[in-house]
Nanobody, 124 residues
Framework: QAQLVESGGGLVQAGGSLRLSCAASGRTFSIYAMHWFRQAPGKEREFVAAISRNGSSTNYADSVKGRFTISRDNAKNTVYLQMSSLKPEDTAVYYC?????????????????WGQGTQVTVSS
């Protein structure tokens, strides 16, 4: 049973940057595409970014294109989300998830593992 643990969240001023990490346990990390989602208070969870198993393909929500970058290091069983030019509307709990599907967002049931989330707060 794999586990995903996010870290790197915190409080940052608008225009600032943060890098989130999602560390996976287990030896099968590289077979999963990895996705990042976020959920703001009172809103549904939304797709943020995804990266393919070998990192050759990525996908981003329009709201974060050009500001966020997803990457992974399979040797370290870790996926990253570099967030720049942060806006107050980026405030949310950020979750990573593993899926055997590709980089397109899937239904919640198509994800094999979810992390517990890390809070990102962007002040104006």
């Amino acid at each position: 049973q794999a586990q995903l643990v996010e870290s790197g969240g915190g409080l940052v001023q608008a225009g600032g940057s943060l890098r989130l990490s999602c560390a996976a346990s287990g030896r099968t990390f590289s077979i999963y595409a990895m996705h990042w989602f976020r959920q703001a208070p009172g809103k549904e969870r939304e797709f943020v970014a995804a990266i393919s198993r070998n990192g050759s393909s990525t996908n981003y929500a329009d709201s974060v294109k050009g500001r966020f970058t997803i990457s992974r290091d399979n040797a370290k069983n870790t996926v990253y989300l570099q967030m720049s030019s942060l806006k107050p509307e980026d405030t949310a709990v950020y979750y990573c998830a593993a899926t055997l599907w590709g980089v397109r967002p899937a239904s919640k049931d198509d994800y094999n593992y979810w992390g517990q989330g890390t809070q990102v707060t962007v002040s104006s």
